[in-house]
């Protein structure tokens, strides 16, 4: 089903996103093939056959489970470039970008519950696949991946496809391990470290990247 914003409830949407809800916090506490159908559906409050009626199966509740999440971090990441350059008046700069898109990747997952179901999620889908992979592709990868590489050549000029696609990887690369790392930490019950404070981690992200692509770009 695709999101609108004026999408009024329909008989069954209740109980769908229930089941989804429902879905993703059993999949991620014990994954995929230790979670029943029937323990989804107590969780959800419905019945058994709820979930064939609504996603004709596990397989396909569980793969419209990442869809939800996958699409909404998605459209947050690209949105959040694309209102720099649509803004009346404004000028988006190689600091507002990168600084946005870094704000954008870490906060969902970094201080709401659902993103760090999503992460739970995706730590499980990597040991114990059940998902093709070019649905992380075609779903996040590629696209918010192209979306900041033509964000950044916008304000970098003489930023090759190439360069830009290279300072992607590394901009991503240091977002996906300070996710990693302060996972790893409360798993292991250590305390936050300082270091891993999102700010300071968001603004250190920002000026190192920065850095570097003025260097690639000969603006150094």
């Known amino acids: 089903m695709t999101f609108r914003p004026d999408h009024q409830p329909e008989p069954g949407?209740?109980?769908?996103?229930r089941?989804?809800?429902?879905a993703e916090r059993l999949f991620a506490e014990k994954g995929f093939e230790h979670t029943s159908v029937r323990d989804i559906t107590a969780n959800a409050g419905t019945n058994v056959a709820a979930v064939?009626?609504?996603f004709g199966g596990k397989d396909n509740l569980y793969r419209e489970v990442f869809h939800r999440r996958l699409a909404d971090l998605r459209e947050r990441r690209i949105s959040t470039l694309a209102d720099l350059f649509e803004s009346p008046g404004g000028t988006a700069t190689l600091e507002d970008v990168v600084s946005t898109f870094t704000s954008a990747f870490l906060e969902p997952l970094m201080d709401h519950s659902e993103g760090r179901l999503l992460?739970?999620?995706?730590a499980r889908e990597m040991v114990s696949p059940h998902l093709p992979r070019v649905v992380f592709f075609e779903e996040m990868i590629d696209p918010v991946r192209e979306s900041l590489g033509r964000a950044l050549r916008s304000v970098v000029p003489g930023l090759t496809e190439d360069q830009?696609?290279?300072c992607v990887h590394s901009i991503i690369g240091q977002l996906v391990h300070v996710i990693h790392h302060a996972q790893l930490s409360e798993q292991a019950g250590r305390?936050?470290?300082e270091e891993l404070d999102l700010h300071t981690i968001a603004d250190h992200v920002t000026r190192f990247s920065i850095g570097g692509i003025r260097a690639i770009a000969g603006q150094s």
């Open 19 to 22: 089941l989804l809800d429902a």
């Open 52 to 54: 064939n009626y609504h």
């Open 164 to 166: 830009a696609s290279r």
């Open 191 to 193: 305390q936050p470290q």
């Open 119 to 122: 992460i739970e999620l995706i």
């Open 13 to 17: 949407d209740a109980t769908r996103t």
